[in-house]
């Protein structure tokens, strides 16, 4: 059974970073690709990031290039999203998603096309 636990929940001021991780256990992954969205208050779930398991490629929302950068420790089956120059409008429970993408494609933005999921984490960011 795969579970997906993320922790570095915080707030920070506009322009500040922050780290937040997803332990990932369950099974192996490597035909998995991980991902980041973020759901604001009356807002849609919406893609932030993701990292293929196996190579590593990245994908980013536009609204985050340059800012965020998602990473992976295989060792310790975990994800990490490091966000820097942080905005108010970065303010949102971040959720880590996995998705099985054998027989499909590597990733996609659209949540449905992910197979589990984490709890959430909060990420506030003042102005």
């Known amino acids: 059974q795969v579970q997906l636990v993320e922790s570095g929940e915080g707030l920070v001021q506009a322009g500040g970073s922050l780290r937040l991780s997803c332990a990932a256990s369950g099974r192996t992954f490597s035909s998995y690709t991980m991902a980041w969205f973020r759901q604001a208050p009356g807002k849609e779930r919406q893609f932030v990031a993701a990292?293929?398991?196996?190579?590593?490629?990245?994908y980013y929302a536009d609204s985050v290039k340059g800012r965020f950068t998602i990473s992976k420790d295989n060792a310790k089956n975990t994800v990490f999203l490091q966000m820097n120059s942080l905005k108010p409008e970065d303010t949102a429970v971040y959720y880590c998603?996995?998705?099985?993408?054998?027989?499909?494609?590597?990733?996609?933005?659209?949540?449905?096309?992910?197979?589990?999921w984490g709890q959430g984490t909060q990420v506030t960011v003042s102005s």
């Open positions: 990292i293929r398991w196996s190579g590593g490629d990245t």
């Open positions: 998603a996995a998705r099985d993408y054998h027989g499909r494609a590597y990733y996609t933005t659209r949540d449905e096309g992910y197979d589990h």
